[in-house]
């Protein structure tokens, strides 16, 4: 099993699919699921949804991970041959100077370096500051701007980061770009085989949204495709670990290796309340070890799809991941085998007779 | 995830901790044959 899930992890790491230009990845997950699934299609805005029916039609159980990832478009190539670039979603300037990417061109995939001036030339002054992500540059090795013209590099032209999986020495850490989170569709991908050879009293859609980076927006338009009766959306967070962490950055820490993590609070929703007590029970009822954070300046899809129409009891759960929005990501695999053991309970479990219990808020 | 700078505000933690470790040893395999040869095409694909 842990092959396996190493090797689903990889590909779907490795794929390439910043926001907006999901295409790539969005091929390898219909490739996965449609052989699992009673249907499968796409809304106009390329969010995927797999339908898996169970035994019941209702309830409808949304479970979203959203499959773009963060990265950078091409703006321009100077008169010397650089390539400027757009930030698609969250970075901070001070990860990206040195780092190897990928352009991926209408031909080949190129990779390229984001340039940093040498300390030699540097001022005092410039020593001190962060250098703003207006003045950095990709280096692909051209000498002048005709021949990264002759490469194929244009303006409109997706960039990621160049960063091979990996499995660290303690067999269970392993590193990689894009968790964030294409984690959450490796283990929706997982979810999908176990239920394809069992039952469950529902009716799963298992939903890949795009553009969540930029703005949630894949869940907004796909959450009229599914109209979900509860929603689960399945997202990394941020693994508050590292050194230099303080209790005020991070009022309930978050460790790599003692179990998925059960969203109290994030910028984007406040959970519904006995949704995310049902998933607490069902993780201490199946004993799986879990973790609970409250976190100011982040959100979900859940965002969204907890406010469409009358309201949509959502609750997210993730695996916390060392260095999210950055070249290599770090997370581990009991978190990960753990997150889809709940999810698996989780869908077992939800019948008609669970939803009327969750809507008597009265 | 996203990364939002706003709507900030203090919040104290709540009271439940995470429970102890459970083992996911003796799970099933969860790859059948046509899903290995699915992982084996994508991989080509994007090797
Ligand atoms: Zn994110």
Known sequence: MKEHSLEILKILTETPGVSGFESPIRKVLANYLSPLSSEIKTDKLG???????????????????????????????????????????????????????????SGDRVIGVIGAKAPHILTSEELRQPVKMKSMFIDVGSTSKEETEKIGIKPGDPVVPYSP??????????????????AGCAMLVELFQRISRGEHPNTVYGVMTVQEEVGLRGANTSVDVVKPDLALVVDVTVATDTPGISDNEAPTKTYLGKGPVIGFYDASMIPHIPFRDLVIKTAQENNIPFQVEVMAGGGT????????????????????????HDHVGLAHLDDYQHAVELLFALVKKINTETLRELEDIL | MIQSTSHRQNILPPAIGSSTLATVENEPDVFSEQEMHILEVVKDKYA
């Open chain 1, 301 to 324: 899809d859940a965002g969204k799809i907890h406010l469409f129409r009358e309201g949509v009891p959502s609750v997210v759960i993730g695996i916390p991941v060392r260095y999210i």
């Open chain 1, 165 to 182: 999986f990996m499995l660290c020495k303690n067999s269970k850490t392993f590193m990689a770009k894009a968790l964030d989170d294409r």
């Open chain 1, 47 to 105: 969010s995927l949804v797999a339908i898996k029916e169970g035994t019941s039609v209702g309830p409808k159980i949304m479970l979203a991970s959203h499959m773009d990832e963060v990265g950078f478009m091409v703006t321009q190539i100077t008169g010397e041959g650089f390539i400027k670039f757009q930030a698609l979603g969250g970075w901070w300037n001070q990860v990206l100077l040195d780092q190897r990417l990928e352009i991926l061109t």
